[in-house]
Structures are given as C-alpha cells and as structure tokens.
C-alpha cells in the first residue's frame, strides 16, 4: 500500500521560504513521476511542479524561477524549496506519485 506524507507547510510573510517534503511507503520506485499540485479556496487544483525519475523537471509559469521541486530516491521524498513566496501562493498543497497516488495536503499560507 502506497502512502504519501507531507510536511513543511505554514505560515509565512510574503517574500520568506518553505521547503516542502513528502515521503513515500509502499511501492514508490525511480521510475515513477513525482509532482506538487496546489488547491486555492475556490479554484480548481493545479500542476505546480513535477519531477521524472531521471530528473527532469516542469514548473508552472506562475512558480518558474521561485520554486526548485528535486527527489531523493534513497529516501523516496520529493521536496519543493519555495522562495520568494507571494500571496498568491497560500494554498494547500500536495504531493503526487504516479499511476494516480495523493498525499493528504499540506497548507502553505502567505501573509502580506
């Protein structure tokens, strides 16, 4: 059985860091996708950024050159450096393995 967990999340000014983590149990190998989304109240939930097993990334236009997503696949955990954070940020984010595995959620807020 394959469990996500995530941490790192919480309140923060707006320009200050976070760095999210999410560890993986269960059958969570190199090859499969890794990924944070992002739920705003409201909206719907968004790709942030995602990482394959051999490292290669993608990132939301909104979160390009703030966010860094990396993986240590000794330890099965993805994480994701937040710098620069904005307002637009809060949100409860999540962390994501491929077929279709989901973490419970971790809250980001961002005060100005």
């Known amino acids: 059985q394959v469990q996500l967990v995530e941490s790192g999340g919480g309140l923060v000014q707006a320009g200050g860091s976070l760095r999210l983590s999410c560890a993986a149990s269960g059958s969570i190998f190199r090859g499969n996708v890794r990924a944070w989304y992002r739920q705003a109240p409201g909206k719907q939930r968004e790709l942030v950024a995602r990482?394959?097993?051999?490292?290669?990334?993608n990132y939301a236009d909104s979160v390009k050159g703030r966010f860094t997503i990396s993986r240590d696949n000794a330890k099965n955990t993805v994480y994701l450096q937040m710098n620069s954070l904005k307002p637009e940020d809060t949100a409860d984010y999540y962390c994501?393995?491929?077929?279709?595995?989901w973490g419970k959620g971790t809250l980001v807020t961002v005060s100005s």
């Open positions: 994501y393995a491929s077929p279709n595995y």
């Open positions: 990482i394959t097993g051999t490292g290669n990334t």
